[in-house]
């Protein structure tokens, strides 16, 4: 399909009428320059799966869009319009096929009058499958702040899903200079975070372990489906603290995200590591089946 932007005035709790959505080509000129989120990556967002016509894990998205809203100090949005606006925008695919939708909210520009600007970019989901069958080499990448800095300096806005994303583009582009293709964050002393798109579980046993969202990172829709599935393997999920040797003497490990669903981790800094084919192969079973 042709990927389509949808516009529309952002709703806000307690003040929504339905509201009306005005559908373009994404090719269009209609964000203006002096836009908050085009001039300086002042906004949130959220990205969806679609599948079947259905956007994936939509509460929980909609739950943590309406978190990063409140960590920027934006509006607080009415979340049953926006679950009314995805699901009509979710409906425009087809029946087959992966597709991706971006729901994004800014600080809004001229004219805005205190409102969020608000969009939905709707396109075809890139090929994963190579991805997902072969994995992807990895780097730990120093985020440079010391885990007790989350608790200690809450105006940096940890754990918001921002639309500032320059520092994660670089890291991916570090990778790459490095012979790799993804990255996982580390704290400075030492804790593994999460990639630049994508959230860390490892397998050790019959437990799979992410780290901690206390630790300053997103809470991932796509781990949280994967736990509550794990029950069903024999497979008990937790969240924890965990360090480099956690991922290097893992006996499996993935990046999880509403785009890729779940992808294998091959090597770690030049260190190949152990995988699980057959547990990849139902994890993504299920996230692409899922209702």
Known sequence: MEATTLFFECPLSG?????????????????????????????VFETFGVIKQNAQA?????????????LLDL???????????????????????????????????????????AWIVLS?????????????????????YHSSLVAEEPWLLFGAKHLSYAQHMAALREARRQDSQEVVFTTAD??????????????????????DPGLGILHGTTQRDI???????????????????ALLDADAAWLVSSVRMSVPLTHVDGVEIKRDPDLT???????????
């Open 281 to 291: 192969e139902q994890f993504n079973a299920f996230l692409l089946n899922r209702d």
């Open 75 to 117: 509006p607080e949005p009415d979340i049953d319009e926006l679950r009314r606006i995805v699901k009509t925008t979710a409906a425009m695919t087809g029946p087959t096929g992966e597709y991706s939708l971006k729901l994004v909210l800014t600080r809004g520009g001229p004219g805005t009058n205190g409102r969020p600007a």
């Open 58 to 70: 939509l509460d929980p998205h909609l739950e943590r869009l309406k978190m990063s809203a409140r």
């Open 15 to 43: 003040k929504s009428a339905t509201t009306m959505i005005d559908r373009r080509p994404a090719s269009d000129p209609t964000i203006s320059v002096l836009d908050s989120g085009a001039e300086r990556g002042d906004g």
């Open 227 to 245: 736990f509550a599935h794990c029950e069903n393997l024999g497979l008990r999920g937790s969240y924890e603290r965990i360090g480099k040797d």
């Open 190 to 211: 030492g804790l593994l975070l999460e990639g630049p798109t994508s959230t860390l579980i490892v397998r050790h046993g019959d437990r799979l372990l992410t780290p």
């Open 124 to 144: 075809d989901m890139p090929d994963y499958h190579t991805a997902r069958t072969e994995g992807l080499r990895v780097i730990l990448l120093n985020k440079g």
